[in-house]
Nanobody
Framework: VQLQASGGGLVQAGGSLRLSCAASGRTFTTYAVGWFRQAPGKEREFAAAINWSDDNTYYADSVKGRFTISRDNAKNTVYLQMNSLKPEDTAVYYC????????????????WGQGTLVTVSS
């Protein structure tokens, strides 16, 4: 699976942005797609994920209630709607995919898109 992230930019605190992650290639093997972020000088951290089979969603506590992950099957695209943004949300955001292995079990996040920069000004 190849992933292409987009939608980053500069926004004021309290504002909103929507990130997109377009998937191509062997998308039928997708188990889940997640969004991760890496702030300057910090480790990459999990933000949100969505399961392909049942649309179950998962969020880090730091974004719960403000971010919403969703997907458009027809477009093979996953979105991350980010509301009530805070300066601490400033980071490079990456989307990544887990896939089904031949034994039917899910892999780790082993397909990564390029990052998109989100900057939240105070």
């Amino acid at each position: 699976v190849q992933l292409q992230a987009s939608g980053g930019g500069l926004v004021q605190a309290g504002g909103s942005l929507r990130l997109s992650c377009a998937a191509s290639g062997r998308t039928f093997t997708t188990y889940a797609v997640g969004w991760f972020r890496q702030a300057p000088g910090k480790e990459r951290e999990f933000a949100a994920a969505i399961n392909w089979s049942d649309d179950n969603t998962y969020y880090a506590d730091s974004v719960k209630g403000r971010f919403t992950i969703s997907r458009d099957n027809a477009k093979n695209t996953v979105y991350l709607q980010m509301n009530s943004l805070k300066p601490e949300d400033t980071a490079v955001y990456y989307c990544a995919a887990r896939r089904y292995l031949v034994n039917g079990r899910p892999s780790g996040y082993d397909s990564w898109g390029q990052g998109t920069l989100v900057t939240v000004s105070s």
